[in-house]
């Protein structure tokens, strides 16, 4: 049971580049999100997908895209990347109810030269 | 809008004794809150959480929170620490707003350090 797996680990793109972030999980949940890491800001919701065919914008969706391919996945897109968008990002799932806890990928790391 | 507040970067604990972890709220309505805890280059993992009933909540690996809404606050325990719960550790809030799902407020993490 691999619970919630994000690809790649790690990434390095220069400005203006474009990447996606892949995000699968195994456990049925309704719910799916992205979160970003940043030292001293704890974790900012990016954006999430309450259901399979919704997404929605969480705190900070600026210079972002999002797919729900279906429940099992949510994908992460960076149209054109910038600095300021180097971070850890975190895949997250979860029951649709509103008390779920959330399991966490393992987190991806993203550097924009 | 809801928030969380830890106001300690970093706390440092000698192995054995007890561990306060802080945490206070800022909620309309009744709180949803967590605990989760994150070890180096890993994702963040659950360790409890109140949604209501008893105030001390007890979770994973002998960790228990002590809800206080009075004090609006959510303090993360231990009896007795381990050098191996050295660890970075959140404290967080659902957000109440529509949209479903079970979204989450973050606060900014505390450093548990725990010294032989």
């Known amino acids: 049971n691999a619970g919630v797996t994000q690809t790649p680990k790690f990434q390095v793109l220069k400005t203006g580049q474009s990447m996606t972030l892949q995000c699968a999980q195994d456990?049925?949940?309704?719910?799916m999100y992205w979160y970003r890491q940043d030292p001293g800001m704890g974790l900012r919701l990016i954006y999430y997908s309450a259901s399979e065919g919704t997404t929605d914008k969480g705190e900070v969706p600026n210079g972002y895209n999002v797919s729900r391919l279906n429940k099992r996945e949510f994908s992460l897109r960076l149209e054109s990347a910038a600095p300021s968008q180097t971070s850890v990002y975190f895949c997250a799932s979860s029951q649709q109810a509103n008390t779920g806890e959330l399991f966490f990928g393992e987190g991806s790391r993203l550097t924009v030269l | 809008a809801q928030s969380v507040a830890q106001p300690e970067d970093q706390v440092n604990v000698a192995e054995g004794n007890p561990l306060t972890v802080k945490c206070t709220y800022s909620?309309?309505?009744?709180?949803?809150l967590f605990w989760y805890v994150q070890y180096p280059n890993r994702g963040l993992q659950f360790l409890l959480k109140y949604i209501t009933g008893d105030n001390l909540v007890k979770g994973s690996y002998g960790f228990e929170a002590e809800f206080n809404k009075s004090q609006t606050s959510f303090h993360l325990k231990k009896p007795s620490a381990l050098v191996s719960d050295s660890a970075l550790y959140f404290c967080a809030v659902r957000d109440m707003g529509t949209g479903g799902g079970n979204k989450l407020t973050f606060g900014t993490g505390t450093q548990l350090k725990v010294e032989l």
């Open positions: 909620v309309s309505g009744n709180p949803y």
């Open positions: 456990m049925n949940h309704n719910s």
